[in-house]
C-alpha cells in the first residue's frame, strides 16, 4: 500500500499529502526556483509542441507517414506538460503534493504513460527512417497504415508496462522532493526492484538499443553514398549535418532518460542506499525538459517545417529550394538534398 511505502514521519514532520516539505526535505527556496523551472517547461512546452500539431495538420505536405510519429511525440510532450508538469509546478509552490492520494496515482500513471509513449516514439521514428534510407526490405514502401501501427505500438507498449503499478506490481507514490509521483524506485524491495528491472529493460534498454542500431546502420549507408559522389561537396555537407543530427538526437535520448536509468537500477540493485530527496528528484526535472528540446531538435531544426511554420506565421508562403524527392523509396546514391530531408525529419517519402 501507499502508506508503507512512505517513511515513517520522525518527530511530527508532516507526510507528503499533509503540509509542506520545507525545511525537513529541502530549503524553501529550492521549492520555488524548481516551481519556477516548471513554470518556463509549462510554458514552452506547451507553445512549441501545441505549434508542431498544428502546423502539421495546416500542410498537407507535413503529412506524410514519416512524420505521424513526430505528431504522436508532439502529443505525448503536451500531454507530458499537462499532467505533470502544471501539477508539478502547482505542488512545488505549495511545497508538499497537495491534491491528495489518488490524484498523485493518476498523476505518476499519466507522466509515466505518455513520457514512455514519448521515448518510444523516438525509437520508432530511427527505426523508420532505417527502413526507408537503408532498404534493408527491399522494395519496401512506407505507408500510412505502417505509420499508424508505429504510433498504436508506443501507446499499447506503454499501457502494458505502466499499468503494473495500479494493479500492485509496485506503486506510484511521491518522488523526490515530494511534489510529483512516479514508479516507487527508491523504497526497496523485490515487489519494487523487479518491476523497476522490467521497465529499464522494456522501456530503456530496448528503445536505446534500435535507436542505436538505427541510426549506426543509417549513416553507414550515408558513408557509402558519400563514398560513391566524392566529388560531390553538397553529398559531403550531407553526411556531416546528418552525423551532426544524429549524435544531437542519441545525447538528447541519454540526457533525459540516463539520469533516470542509473538512479532506478543502483537503487534497485543494492540494499539500504539512501538517496537525497533534492538528489532524487532531479530525474524527472531531466526527463520533463525534454518536452522543449525534443521539438527544437527533431522539428524545428527541419527546414521543410520552418518554411510552413514561417508561411502560417507571416501568412505568406516561401518555400526555400526544398527539393522533392520521388515517390519511390530512395537509393543508397540518392541525391544530397533527398538525403538530408529524409533523415533530418519531416519530408514525404
Known amino acids: 500500500s501507499m502508506e508503507s511505502s512512505q517513511e515513517p514521519p520522525n518527530n511530527g514532520t508532516p507526510g507528503p499529502f499533509d503540509g509542506p516539505q520545507w525545511p525537513h526535505q529541502g530549503p524553501r527556496a529550492l521549492y520555488l526556483a524548481v516551481a519556477v523551472l516548471m513554470g518556463l517547461v509549462v510554458a514552452s512546452a506547451s507553445v512549441l509542441n501545441g505549434l508542431v500539431i498544428v502546423v502539421s495538420i495546416r500542410h498537407k505536405k507535413l503529412r506524410s507517414p514519416l512524420n505521424y510519429i513526430l ?10 506538460t499537462l499532467c505533470g508538469s502544471s501539477v508539478s509546478l502547482a505542488n512545488n509552490v505549495s511545497g508538499f503534493f497537495a491534491f491528495g492520494r489518488r490524484l498523485c496515482e493518476l498523476e505518476g500513471f499519466m507522466v509515466s504513460l505518455t513520457g514512455i509513449v514519448g521515448l518510444w516514439s523516438l525509437a520508432i521514428l530511427a ?17 500510412h497504415r505502417h505509420a499508424t501501427s508505429g504510433c498504436a505500438f508506443t501507446w499499447g507498449w506503454s499501457l502494458l508496462w505502466t499499468t503494473p503499478p495500479l494493479l500492485g506490481w509496485s506503486s506510484y507514490v511521491p518522488e523526490g522532493l515530494r511534489t510529483s509521483c512516479g514508479p516507487n524506485w527508491y523504497t526497496g524491495g523485490s515487489n519494487n526492484s523487479s518491476y523497476i528491472l522490467a521497465l529499464f529493460v522494456t522501456c530503456f534498454v530496448m528503445p536505446l538499443s534500435l535507436i542505436l542500431f538505427s541510426y549506426t546502420n543509417l549513416l553507414l549507408t550515408l558513408r557509402a553514398a558519400a563514398a560513391q559522389q566524392r566529388e560531390s561537396d553538397t553529398t559531403q555537407q550531407a553526411e556531416r549535418e546528418v552525423t551532426r543530427m544524429v549524435v544531437a538526437m542519441v545525447v ?42 525534443n521539438p527544437i531538435i527533431y522539428v524545428f531544426m527541419n527546414k521543410q517545417f520552418q518554411s510552413c511554420l514561417l508561411g502560417m506565421l507571416c501568412c505568406g508562403y516561401h518555400p526555400w529550394g526544398l527539393g522533392k524527392t520521388s515517390p519511390a523509396a530512395p537509393s543508397p546514391q540518392v541525391a544530397a538534398e533527398g538525403l538530408r530531408n529524409k533523415v533530418t525529419p519531416s519530408h514525404p517519402v
Not at 527505426?127 to 505507408?143: A, M, S
Not at 543494492?270 to 532531479?282: E, G
Open 71 to 80: 505528431v504522436n511525440l508532439a502529443v505525448a510532450n503536451l500531454l507530458v
Open 127 to 143: 527505426l523508420e527512417r532505417y527502413l526507408v534510407v537503408c532498404r534493408p526490405l527491399g522494395d519496401f514502401r512506407f505507408q
Open 252 to 293: 538528447a535520448f541519454l540526457t533525459c532518460w540516463l539520469p533516470y536509468a542509473t538512479f532506478a537500477l543502483v537503487v534497485a540493485t543494492s540494499k539500504d542506499i539512501v538517496i537525497q530527496p533534492a538528489l532524487a528528484s532531479l530525474p524527472s526535472y531531466f526527463s520533463k525538459t525534454a518536452t522543449v528540446y
